[in-house]
Nanobody
Framework: QVQLVESGGGLVQPGGSLRLSCAAS????????MRWYRQAPGHQRELVAG???????NYADSVKDRFTISRDNAKNAMYLQMNSLKPEDTAVYYC??????????????WGQGTQVTVSS
């Protein structure tokens, strides 16, 4: 079994910064692409950023130049540095990972989400 746990969410003023973390644990053989998604009330879940195991990244246009995704393959961890936060960044942020669990095929796993609120 594989678990993903996010942390680092909270309340921040507009223009502020937060750093989210996602830690994967369990029977992990390897991790391919990891992604951050977010879902605001009344909106569909949207992709924020992704990073391959080779470090290739992609971002939603709405967060380019403000957010930075990174990962530590040795720790099975992923991070999202969020700067210049705006009220419209308010959402529950989820991490996902494509994982080869030991003895299993490649599957997508999700964390439980962490709330980010940007408000004055």
């Amino acid at each position: 079994q594989v678990q993903l746990v996010e942390s680092g969410g909270g309340l921040v003023q507009p223009g502020g910064s937060l750093r989210l973390s996602c830690a994967a644990s369990g029977s992990i053989g390897g991790i391919a692409t990891m992604r951050w998604y977010r879902q605001a009330p009344g909106h569909q879940r949207e992709l924020v950023a992704g990073i391959t195991n080779a470090g290739v990244t992609n971002y939603a246009d709405s967060v380019k130049d403000r957010f930075t995704i990174s990962r530590d393959n040795a720790k099975n961890a992923m991070y999202l540095q969020m700067n210049s936060l705006k009220p419209e960044d308010t959402a529950v942020y989820y991490c996902s990972a494509a994982v080869w669990a030991i003895g299993s095929l490649l599957n997508e796993y999700w964390g439980q989400g962490t709330q980010v609120t940007v408000s004055s």
